[in-house]
């Protein structure tokens, strides 16, 4: 995997791409392609390639600046873990944490 970082950023913000920068990211980061091989692929030259990446990786990061849903969704994997660690540490409290975790989750069932 080229970089983690993007790929989650693509996964969240994918849809605010162009369609070409879309195809672009997914030849590269998921079909890991090369910049040479893209350019072929897509009949443009590498530089273009080079320049399309380096603009939606300043877009993706521009996104996660301003709305921040990889972070919430990392600090609620996060919180959901230590949740699952405290309901180890204490299985009396096990269906409280079962509807925090629904909750966390985006479950309906936590009510």
Same mark, same amino acid.
């Given at each position: $995997?080229?970089?983690?970082k993007?790929?989650? *950023?693509?996964?969240?913000y994918?849809?605010?791409?162009? +369609? %070409?920068?879309r195809e672009?990211?997914e030849? !590269? !980061? $998921?079909?890991?392609?090369?910049?040479?091989?893209? +350019?072929?692929?897509?009949?443009?030259?590498?530089?273009?390639?080079?320049?399309t *990446?380096?603009?939606?990786?300043a877009?993706?990061?521009? !996104?996660?600046?301003? *709305? %921040?849903?990889?972070? $919430?969704?990392?600090?609620a994997?996060?919180?959901?873990? #230590?949740?699952?660690e405290?309901?180890?540490? %204490?299985?009396?409290?096990? +269906?409280?944490?079962?509807?925090?975790? +629904?909750?966390?989750?985006?479950?309906?069932?936590? #009510?």
């Amino acid at each position: $995997m080229k970089d983690l970082k993007y790929l989650q *950023l693509f996964d969240a913000y994918g849809a605010l791409l162009t +369609a %070409h920068q879309r195809e672009v990211c997914e030849l !590269y !980061y $998921m079909c890991d392609l090369s910049l040479t091989e893209i +350019a072929e692929q897509k009949g443009i030259s590498k530089q273009s390639v080079s320049d399309t *990446l380096a603009k939606t990786r300043a877009l993706l990061d521009e !996104y996660e600046e301003k *709305l %921040h849903v990889q972070r $919430m969704a990392s600090a609620a994997e996060e919180a959901g873990r #230590r949740l699952a660690e405290f309901s180890a540490r %204490h299985p009396d409290l096990a +269906a409280e944490t079962e509807k925090i975790a +629904a909750a966390l989750q985006g479950n309906g069932a936590a #009510r």
